[in-house]
């Protein structure tokens, strides 16, 4: 047959395919995340937890070391039949979403039309809260996800994840459950935004609260009065029922994750009655194998109100993962997943405003694909009353109007050099709600833009 009477379609399709085997393809940040994720659980259950080396790694899934190294590298790319090969061997499916172009071939067009891709820049929700386990729009910031999801599988690990709000704490722990989830183990996540401000203040009652809560989510029977409170006291009380009636009766690994565990810090008398407790647990999983069942998990936006003795907190044990910004690299990442075609400027001249705060950040990109307005537009009426900020900026600031005290600590911040040394309940507030930031010399705001409001707010009441 003649080829140039062939169908064009299928001509079409073939040069995709010589293009692949000639280009190959590479993982997309969600892609190798998902198999680092994978290959973690398979360590845990067949490898005693310790870490494969390529050359393992090529024997379990039939394909070269050097594959490997360049999947790992990802600047090489590698054929989508090892691909497809490796993923099935840790139990995962390849899909479109795992993958990204190499020397600008496009693995989606293998298997699906070519999409408008303006539509894409309505389909995504208001960035509000943790993302889903299936968005699209969660950036991975390696090797934080990778260091969790392995730690979670060590014996009586704590696992301690420290940001400001809106930096991903919540999104992240959702994937670490996840990842639990498949490993088989039973999955307690315990919100402290939940217990009431009288529980808190009581460390007895806030005990029994969280026993009461530990059961539950674990689908047990919860604990009766507790009949040997006032002799033994509640702390030996609390660690008998988990030991001996929740983690004896579950036997296997358990993660409890607990969320927002600053919200004890301003509560001294339970801070130092649960946080030794959390400890304690950590270090009997050194000789006690019911402890070891336990991997706990706790996420904080700030320890600088803790006036405790450095003895009774859990916060110099486990592995401290402190969710970084974005990078510029990372905000184009997301800005690609709105269907923008920005450059590395463009990602500079929206991080001057916020810097790399993830979502600030995604407030901005959403808002401009959504209009579509332009960045230029954008930042212009991004400082004003008007500007896409106004609703996240009044949400912050709430709390303030009932603290009058904080209007001459906050104007020193806008002073010249911009560092001005806090009271340290108040440090813990505006640390908590992502407004300030430590330096070696005091405190300073963590970005232009709240600079901009409180000038607006503070200087004009």
């Not at 969790?148 to 999104?171: D, L, N, W, Y």
Request: a neutral charge; proline letters at 7%.
């Amino acid at each position: 047959m003649n080829p140039e009477n062939r169908d064009p379609e299928k001509q079409d399709l073939e040069k995709r395919r010589i293009a692949k085997r000639k280009r190959g393809i590479v993982l997309s940040d969600y892609g190798l995340s998902r198999l680092q994720g994978a290959i973690a659980r398979f360590e845990a259950e067949q490898n005693g937890g310790d870490r494969y080396s390529a050359e393992a790694l090529s024997d379990l899934a039939d394909v070269s070391p050097s594959s490997i190294r360049r999947l790992w590298a990802a600047q090489a790319g590698v054929d989508q039949k090892t691909l497809r090969k490796i993923f099935n061997t840790f139990g995962l499916t390849l899909t479109d979403a795992d993958l990204q172009p190499v020397d600008g071939f496009n693995p989606a067009t293998l298997s699906q039309p070519q999409v408008d891709v303006s539509l894409g820049r309505s389909l995504h929700r208001y960035p509000s809260g943790p993302l889903p386990l299936q968005s699209s729009l969660y950036i991975y910031r390696e090797p934080i996800e990778a260091l969790a999801f392995h730690e979670m599988t060590q014996v009586g690990c704590v696992v301690r994840i420290k940001a400001p709000p809106g930096f991903g704490k919540t999104s992240l722990l959702l994937r670490m459950l996840d990842q639990a989830q498949q490993l088989g183990y039973a999955i307690a996540s315990i919100d402290l935004q939940q217990a009431e401000t009288d529980i808190l203040e009581n460390p007895n009652q806030f005990l029994q609260w969280f026993s009461m809560s530990l059961a539950m989510k674990l689908g047990l029977v919860p604990p009766p009065e507790n009949p040997w409170g006032e002799a033994i006291g509640m702390s030996f009380s609390t660690t008998l029922y988990v030991r001996n009636q929740l983690l004896s009766s579950i036997q296997r690994p358990v993660l409890l994750a607990i969320n927002a565990i600053d919200r004890v810090f301003a509560h001294p008398a339970t801070a130092q009655a649960f946080l030794p407790l959390l400890r304690s647990w950590h270090e009997e999983a050194g000789h006690d194998a019911v402890w070891q069942h336990l991997r706990l998990v706790v996420t904080y936006a700030t320890d600088r109100y803790l006036l405790l003795d450095i003895i009774f907190l859990p916060f110099n044990v486990g592995l401290p993962l402190a969710l970084p910004e974005f990078t510029p690299n990372q905000v184009l990442e997301l800005a690609q997943r709105y269907a923008l075609s920005w450059s590395e400027a463009e990602a500079n001249r929206l991080m001057a405003l916020v810097g790399g705060h993830p979502t600030l950040v995604h407030l901005a990109i959403h808002h401009i694909a959504r209009q579509p307005s332009s960045l230029d537009a954008f930042l212009e009426a991004a400082t004003t009353p008007q500007g896409a900020y106004q609703r996240y900026l009044q949400t912050m600031f709430a709390s303030l109007q009932d603290l009058p005290w904080t209007m001459e600590p906050l104007k020193a911040l806008l002073q010249p050099s911009g560092v001005s040394v806090l009271d340290p309940m108040l440090a813990f507030k505006l640390e908590g709600a992502g407004l300030v930031i430590p330096t070696p010399n005091g405190w300073r705001l963590s970005c232009e833009l709240y600079r901009y409001y409180l000038k607006r707010y503070i200087l004009t009441e």
